[in-house]
C-alpha cells in the first residue's frame, strides 16, 4: 500500500512538472491496484463460488413440528366419537440426507392425548400416547451408496475449479491488456521520435538552402523541394504526436488519471524486454498437460463422466434396505406412559425393489450423455491441437521477427550512413537537394518499420507469455488473485 502511495505521489508531482518516465511495473501495480474491472473479477468469482455452494445444502438437517386439536363429533372407522371427545396431537422431528452414502435419516416423535374416547364396555376413558421413531432407508442398486445424490455436489466442486480458473484467466487477460496497451504508447513515443528527428532536419535544411539561394548557390527549385519536404516531416510529426497524446490518454485511464491529468506529461519506458521462457518442447508440454487451458479441457470432461454416470444410475432398478424401530407406550395417565416408556418397541426390516418393464426414457438419455461424452473428447482434442498449432506458429513467427530485426538494424546502420554522404555530398554541391530528401525519406522508413517490427516481437511474446500462464506467476497478479480469492 505504501508503495503505491508513493507512486501516486510521483505522478502527481511529474504531471505538475516535467514529463515523467512510468515504468511498466509501475504502471502495471497502478493499473491492477484502481481499475474496476479488477473488483468486477473478484465480485463475479466470489459470487459464482456462493452460488455453487448452495448444493452444500443437500446434507442440511430439515426440521418439521405440527400440533393439532380436535373437538365433537367425528367418526373412524367403526368407532364413533362423542361430542365431549377431545384429541390433542404434536409431533416434531428432524431428517437428513448423507450424501455420501445416499442414507435417509427419519427421527420422529409424537406425544397425543385423547379424552373421552369409547371404550369396549360402553364407557369412555383418557388415555396418553407417546412414540418415537428412527427410520433408516439405504439405497442398493439406483443410487448406491449415494452416486446420484453426490452429483450436484460434484458438479458444484467443477463448477468451483472452473470460477477459480476463469478467475485467474479474466485477470491474467486484463495483465495481458495492459502490457499490449503500454507497448502501442510505447511505438507510439519511439514514431514520434523518429518523425521529430527527421521534422528538426528537414528544419535545418530548409534553413541552409534560404542561405544558399540568397547567395545564389541554389536554385528556387530546390528551395521548394525543401519548403515541401519540411511540410511532409512536419503533418508526419504532428500525426505521430497526437497518436502518441491518444495513447498516453488509454495509460491514462488505466491507471486512474485520464479526467484530471495531461496525458502528455507520461513517458513510456525507453527499453523493455520481454523474454521468452524454455524451449519449444517444455512449452508444448506445458500447454497439454498443466496448463490453465489443459485443466479447463479435463473439467469439462469430468462434468460430463459425471453426468454420465448419474443417467447410468438413473436406468439401474430401484431397491432401497429400510429399518424402521419406535419406541413408545400407551396408557391411561402420563405418569404411567412416561414409566412405561419403551414397553412398546415394534421395529420392522425390509426390501423394496421397482423398475419399470421399459425404461426407454432414462436408456436414451443414458446413450445421448454417452454421445455427448465422445463429442466433448473430440472438441477438447481438436481445441488443444490448435492451440498447440497457435503456440508452435508464434514461436516461428518470433523467431522470423529476430531475424528480420536483424537485418533492419544493419539496413538503419546502412541508411544513416547513406543519408549522411548524401548530405555531405549535398552540401559540397556535388548532389541536388532531391537525393538528399530521398536518402532522409528511406532512413526514415527503415527506422520506423525496425521500430514496429521489435514492437510486434513484444506482442507477440505478450501473447506467448498469457497462452502459458507466464504472467499468472508473477507476484503482482498472485497477490491480486490470491487477495479476491480469499
Known amino acids: 500500500m505504501k508503495r503505491i502511495i508513493i507512486l501516486l505521489g510521483i505522478l502527481c508531482v511529474s504531471f505538475a512538472q516535467t514529463p515523467q518516465v512510468l515504468l511498466l511495473d509501475d504502471y502495471l501495480e497502478l493499473a491492477l491496484n484502481n481499475h474496476p474491472l479488477v473488483e468486477k473479477s473478484q465480485a463475479e468469482y466470489m459470487a459464482q463460488l456462493n452460488a455453487n455452494d448452495m448444493a452444500k445444502g443437500i446434507n442440511d438437517w430439515n426440521l418439521f413440528m405440527s400440533s393439532s386439536y380436535t373437538k365433537g363429533y367425528s367418526m373412524q372407522g367403526t368407532t364413533m366419537y362423542s361430542g365431549d371427545t377431545e384429541i390433542l396431537v404434536a409431533q416434531a422431528g428432524l431428517s437428513s440426507l448423507l450424501a455420501d452414502t445416499g442414507t435417509r435419516l427419519n427421527l420422529t416423535s409424537e406425544a397425543t392425548r385423547m379424552k373421552a374416547i369409547p371404550g369396549f364396555n360402553g364407557g369412555t376413558s383418557t388415555i396418553y400416547n407417546a412414540n418415537l421413531n428412527i ?8 443410487n448406491a451408496f449415494g452416486q446420484m445424490d453426490r452429483y450436484p455436489l460434484q458438479l458444484a466442486k467443477f463448477g ?6 476463469k478467475y485467474s484467466e479474466d485477470l491474467e487477460n486484463f495483465y495481458k491488456t495492459l502490457i499490449d496497451d503500454y507497448l502501442s504508447w510505447q511505438l507510439a513515443y519511439i514514431t514520434m521520435v523518429i518523425t521529430k528527428e527527421q521534422y528538426n532536419k528537414a528544419k535545418d535544411q530548409v534553413s541552409f538552402v534560404e542561405k544558399q539561394y540568397k547567395r545564389g548557390a541554389s536554385e528556387k527549385l530546390e528551395l521548394v523541394q525543401a519548403n515541401q519536404s519540411l511540410k511532409s516531416k512536419s503533418v508526419q510529426f504532428l500525426s505521430a504526436k497526437q497518436g502518441l497524446e491518444n495513447k498516453g490518454l488509454v495509460i491514462a485511464s488505466r491507471i486512474g488519471d485520464a479526467k484530471n491529468k495531461d496525458a502528455t506529461s507520461l513517458l513510456p519506458q525507453n527499453n523493455i524486454q520481454l523474454g521468452v521462457d524454455g524451449r519449444v518442447a ?26 454420465l454416470l448419474y443417467q447410468e444410475n438413473k436406468s439401474k ?7 424402521s424401530k419406535t419406541v413408545g407406550s400407551a396408557e391411561n395417565t402420563k405418569e404411567d406412559m412416561a414409566n412405561n416408556l419403551g414397553s412398546q418397541s415394534p421395529f420392522s426390516i425390509g426390501l423394496q425393489i421397482e423398475t419399470p418393464l421399459q425404461n426407454t426414457a432414462a436408456n436414451k438419455e443414458e446413450q445421448a450423455a454417452r454421445e455427448r ?8 482434442e481438436n ?15 518470433i523467431k522470423s521477427l529476430d531475424e528480420m530485426i536483424r537485418e533492419n ?3 538503419v546502420n546502412l541508411s544513416i550512413e547513406f543519408a549522411a554522404l548524401e548530405e555531405k555530398k549535398f552540401k559540397q554541391g556535388r548532389s541536388s537537394l532531391y537525393f538528399l530528401i530521398n536518402a532522409q525519406d528511406k532512413l526514415l522508413g527503415t527506422k520506423m518499420h525496425l521500430a514496429s517490427l521489435k514492437s510486434s516481437k513484444m506482442l507477440l511474446i505478450n501473447k506467448l ?9 508473477t507476484p503482482l497478479l498472485m497477490s491480486i488473485i490470491n487477495k479476491g480469492a480469499k
Do not use: C, H, W
Not at 496448463?291 to 479447463?296: E, G, H, M, R, V
Open 135 to 142: 427410520s433408516i432407508v439405504q439405497p442398493l442398486l439406483k
Open 160 to 165: 468451483n475449479e472452473l470460477a477459480s480458473i
Open 282 to 307: 517444455d512449452s508444448v508440454n506445458y500447454l497439454q498437460t498443466r496448463s490453465k487451458l489443459a485443466k479447463l479441457l479435463k473439467i469439462q470432461e469430468k462434468m460430463q463422466k459425471e453426468t
Open 317 to 323: 432398478p430401484s431397491a432401497e434396505l429400510f429399518l
Open 373 to 380: 461424452l465422445t463429442k466433448i473428447q473430440k472438441e477438447n
Open 383 to 397: 481445441i488443444m491441437k490448435d492451440s498447440v498449432d497457435g503456440l508452435l506458429t508464434i514461436y516461428q513467427n
Open 409 to 411: 538494424e544493419e539496413l
Open 465 to 473: 507469455s498469457s497462452l502459458l500462464d507466464t504472467y499468472q506467476k
